[in-house]
């Protein structure tokens, strides 16, 4: 996902803080690699009608904020030098990095002295004999080392030189004599300057073969694997890298980070082209719905009305009925009545707001071109039907295109000024882009038309709290509780801002309220958000998993594809350690997102769990000290 990519409704407010963490320095180093999933932060989901700023899969990714620190000082240091110090210290760090490059890309064996290297320097290959494969086992085991040495020297020479083929030559001469780690990469290297990648790997495998935790020669291989287009592979030397240096190479680091993107990035297209076009949760399609004012069906389509079942009105007031059950059953059978509905036609002065409703189905099932089809044909037919321009301003503000979005609402405007919704969803514009001034004006003015929908006065609520007006965040949601006190939403949403303050007994308390008022009301079809919350609540205030897994495992049976269930159950079992139950989680959360972006985000979790799980294999050595890692890499965290 980007800041361009806006998905449609998807997840519970959450403040930009850390969903399942009660100790940041506690956090497995699994979700130290995905930091470069934090560019993605200011992704904003609406989610029954409320703009809320989440990270990653409905669960947060953390920073390290000691690099962040690092970085701006060196920000702010770069500010204070002038424009000609800066081309100076540039032209020095090129000339630094050229001369590492010549010499530091090679290495001296372990066993060589300064006092031998400057007898043989003038003349590496002074008194070597003719060395091949057929010949080596007739020296002695110190004349081969003593000609190893040597001719790594000399190739050494003819590497700095650019003859590449030459120093090639020569490092096999020396492996012949003795077949030492250093001597593979070196002719690695060679390779390497050639971008002859396939043999890179070859040496490097050598090299590793002979020396497991060869950091040099793990990050040459994982080099030539992200050339030849082999993701994981890198992914996986890199992060083996990182682990024996202690993520103290800020290089290595940032190539897992950017190889978790590519292989989630590339996983993710071969998933969203073959993805079956299909609603979503029914705790999805339910908040998206009631992101809009609830209105009475049109004249001549009432419950009351006499039309034939099977006629266009029929079926269209058929979809209606379904809508009104809010289960996953409900909505599918809406769904196909609008498309029926359409299909016979008759529609007579209804057939615009057909085209909404069905727009509105081909949107959440990701038919978004479709979608925008309808909705323009709604528009045209009746202009007065705001709610068409609306939601085509919600599918412009997705596809990253903000002056269409503004443009639909304008329009709209033009034909009822009057209508509350315009408002509030406008509001959810100026919120996506921080601007929340802006926002809480359009979520007031929303209040003022109709104060009887409570989603205006949850995200007024939620608006003053990122402005952070605390108070005035608190006695808004105190008010809601007076005015609303039968809404479950209002407990929920309340409840989280709670956590997010720590005060874990009150959110507790809200989110108990929340589930047992959608036992009462919607029993067939309530909203698991709460029972989520309520489990988040208590890994970080009583680190209590096994009660948290039972209330994710409850939101999954009453809604089992709900995606933001399934990501915290991943997280949950991931902070415990259980990585394969993890992985598994996080590939179903890939499957369920709807968005390219989404998917992304989902599988770079399975990745990095998927890449501890081939590290652990793979080097076993390095499990005991991956597990030791995972409270201090990184210092404090946010």
Known sequence: MSSEAVPIPRSNINLGTPSLSSDASSLPVWDRLSIWASENKAVVYTIAGVAVIVSGVGVAYYLSDSRKESKEAAAEEKKRLSKKDRRKAKQEKEKEKSAQEAGAALEKPKEQSQAKLSTVESD?????????????????????????????????????????????????????????????????????????????????????????????????????????????????????????????????????????????????????????????????????????????????????????????????????MAMDKKTGEGYEAASAAFDKALELGDLEEHEAFAHNMRGTFRYLRGENEDALEDLTRSVELQPTLTQSYIKRASMHLELGNREAAASDFEQAMEQQKEDPDIYYHRAQLHFILSEFADAAKDYQKSIDLDRDFIFSHIQLGVTQYKMGSIASSMATFRRCIKNFDKVPDVYNYYGELLLDQQKYQEAVEKFDTAVEMEKQTKPLGMNVLPLINKALALFQWKQDFQEAEKLCQKALIIDPECEIAVATMAQLLLQQGKVTEALKYFERAAELSKTEGEIVNALSYAEATRTQLEVQEKYPQLAGRLQGMGANIGGPMR
Not at 191 to 210: F, H, M, P, Q, R
């Open 124 to 320: 590496p290959l002074e008194d070597i004999p003719k060395i091949d494969e057929n010949n080596v086992d007739t020296f002695s085991e110190q004349e081969r080392k003593e000609y190893a040495t040597k001719l790594k020297i000399a190739g050494n020479k003819a590497y700095g030189d650019k003859s590449y083929n030459e120093a090639i030559e020569l490092y096999g001469k020396a492996v012949l004599c003795k077949p030492d780690p250093i001597f593979y990469s070196n002719r690695a290297a060679c390779y390497n300057a050639l971008g002859s990648w396939e043999k890179v790997v070859e040496d490097t495998t050598a090299a590793i073969n002979l020396d497991n935790e060869y950091v040099k020669a793990l990050n040459r291989r994982a080099n030539a694997y992200e050339h030849l287009e082999k993701y994981s592979e890198a992914l996986l030397d890199y992060t083996a890298s990182c682990i024996i240096d202690g993520f103290n190479n800020d290089q290595s680091a940032q190539s897992v980070e950017r190889l978790l993107k590519k292989v989630a990035e590339a996983k993710g297209k071969v998933i969203l082209e073959g993805k079956e076009k299909k609603l979503p949760s029914p705790t999805f399609v339910t908040n998206y719905l009631q992101s809009f004012r609830p209105r009475q069906p049109p004249q001549g389509l009432e419950e009351t009305a006499e039309l034939n079942d099977e006629s266009g009105m029929g079926r269209l007031r058929a979809g209606l």
